[in-house]
């Protein structure tokens, strides 16, 4: 694609996050993709963390928006590494994370002071403190 002219470096970034690979990042950020905080929400959504990390290096922090993807994806230990860097969107994180069935993700918000939570987000209030 790219020796036919394709120059959307960014969403390449993105995709290739998304998608774990990390040659193609690679190849995006010699080309010019300079958004690491579209790089970062497709590494926390397709669950990268190796990706993820290799975003916060080049500059991403977007850590909310990050846990916010992997609380709606399911991804526990990307969420950790969002909350080491600094994310604290507990309630939308647990709304997420009840919505989608994810008990690990709603229990690791409510431990870091989630309190919001209502019958859309969890079905039967099963994770409310």
Not at 17 to 35: K, L, N, P, T
Not at 91 to 119: P, T
Request: hydrophobic letters at 40%.
């Amino acid at each position: 694609m790219i020796q036919k002219g394709a120059n959307e470096w960014d969403a390449g970034l993105h995709g290739a996050c998304f998608g774990g690979q990390r040659e193609m990042a690679e190849i995006m950020f010699q080309r010019g993709a300079s958004d690491w905080n579209s790089g970062l929400s497709g590494a926390c959504e397709g669950g990268k963390r190796d990706l993820a990390e290799l975003m916060i290096q080049h500059g991403a922090d977007d850590w909310n928006m990050g846990l916010c993807f992997a609380c709606f994806k399911g991804h526990r230990d990307v969420a950790e590494l969002m909350i080491q860097h600094g994310a604290n969107v507990w309630n939308d994180g647990l709304w997420l994370a009840c919505y989608w069935g994810h008990r690990d993700l709603a229990e690791l918000m409510i431990q870091h002071g989630a309190f919001v939570c209502d019958s859309i987000g969890c079905p039967g209030h099963e994770f409310t403190q």
